[in-house]
């Protein structure tokens, strides 16, 4: 029996696409620093507190100050520590930034930019997408890109809600700025979904410091996550030779940027440099290529 719901469980299959990254790299590696302390869950904001964190949420619907303070590190000592290590190992990140976090610390979002990152729209606030009606989202979504614009000199042209609603798309091609959106973990390369225009630029759930945090704890010291990351380069890099491959890092500056965390991501890059096949890119380079090179390069077959 067909499934009831429009999902495409085939993709590539078999037989992925035969191409190559720029100047005949076999790897695509995109690092993704989402970057939205200042505008996470609180209940004296949006009525919900904070379940995810280096502490497990208070018991009683009012703001978690405990949470709410590792959070502030992010913003005020993580970013710098970060963007100083991806500096150090010449790599471009692109910055999964909430608009309000981005407004909140403007000379964060400066340097952000002057450096050569990406940044892509996180939406307004660290806010379910799925909560929203058709007009609320496109509103809010409009809204961040507006104040993304304002903030950094640039407006952004890549989406990722974290939990996208079933309109997410469409208001993404409405809106007419963006080329992709990160909303998927169901593949290893960029896509497109039936009928529509906007690429699908997949993220990761695993590859993801995410893991630190309660209530998961599946990652304990820095040696675990890079244990992790170089086991995915590793088998992703090894399938590339065959067919190209891209891989994606999901970091938070409140959690890679602790001390005892951000030797993973400098262990990890010094590993990556030793290989001459693997494209450091951002997102936004990597979905350019993808429409301007390898598509035209498919439909000609």
Not at 165 to 180: A, K, M, P, W
Request: aromatic content about 10%; charged content about 30%; some cysteine.
């Amino acid at each position: 029996m067909p499934s009831p719901l429009p999902r495409d469980l085939i993709g590539y299959g078999k037989d992925p696409p035969s191409f190559s990254w720029p100047g005949g790299k076999r790897l695509a590696l995109s690092l993704v620093v989402n970057y939205e302390e200042g505008s996470e869950h609180s209940y004296a904001v949006d009525g919900i507190v904070e379940g995810i964190g280096e502490f497990l949420p208070v018991d009683t619907q009012v703001r978690d100050l405990g949470n709410e303070s590792a959070y502030d590190y992010g913003q005020r000592v993580a970013v710098w520590r970060i963007l100083r290590t991806l500096k150090e190992h010449g790599a471009r990140a692109t910055f999964f930034a909430t608009a309000l976090a981005l407004d909140g610390n403007r000379e964060a979002a400066k340097a952000i930019v002057a450096e050569g990152h990406e940044v892509c729209d996180h939406g307004l606030r660290w806010t379910e997408h799925y909560r929203l009606g058709y007009e609320e989202e496109k509103k809010v979504i409009a809204e961040s890109v507006d104040l993304i614009r304002r903030v950094t000199g640039k407006g952004p042209v890549g989406f990722y809600a974290r939990e996208p609603s079933v309109n997410t798309t469409r208001i993404l091609e409405e809106l007419g700025n963006f080329i992709y959106d990160s909303d998927c973990y169901s593949d290893d390369l960029p896509y497109r979904e039936e009928g529509r225009k906007i690429l699908m630029l997949p993220y990761t759930p695993d590859a993801n410091d995410f893991h630190f945090l309660a209530p998961m704890h599946r990652f304990s010291t820095s040696a675990d996550f890079y244990s992790y990351l170089k086991d995915a380069f590793d088998v992703l890099r090894e399938e590339a030779q065959e067919n190209p491959k891209m891989m994606s890092v999901g970091l938070h500056g409140r959690i890679t940027g602790r001390p005892g965390r951000i030797l993973a991501l400098k262990n990890f890059l010094a590993y990556v440099k030793k290989f001459d096949d693997v494209w450091i890119a951002t997102r936004e380079d990597i979905a350019r290529h993808w429409m301007d090179v390898v598509e035209p390069s498919l439909r000609r077959r």
